[in-house]
């Protein structure tokens, strides 16, 4: 085949997918987390990071104010690895207008 008939084959482009993007609502975000705690109930950091995606779709700015933090203490508590106390948990879950809640097991 010559090569002014070949085709130019393009390859497709991946976009990376960010949940924050979808939690619009409350009720979307109080869902997200209910999942998390659902699924992983031990693991403290995906739930933090959780707590982040939500906290990213709300704002992160206006989630740090109200809850009393600074953005940048925000972000290293809810990112990837790590460790927020329990204070800085429930400072977070009201910024976020969420709450965390008991039930059997």
Do not use: C
Request: proline share 6%; aromatic share 4%; no cysteine.
């Amino acid at each position: 085949m010559p090569v002014a008939a070949r085709k130019k084959i393009s390859r497709p482009k991946a976009t990376s997918y960010d949940v924050a993007e979808h939690l619009r609502t409350p009720k979307e975000m109080a869902a997200y987390l209910d999942a998390w705690l659902e699924e992983a109930p031990d693991d403290a950091s995906s739930i933090a990071q959780a707590l982040g995606d939500i906290a990213r779709a709300k704002g992160m700015s206006q989630v740090a104010k109200e809850a009393g933090l600074s953005r940048e203490s925000l972000y290293r508590a809810l990112s990837e690895g790590g460790n927020p106390s329990f204070a800085t948990v429930l400072k977070v879950a009201r910024a976020l207008g969420v709450r965390l809640h008991a039930q059997p097991a």
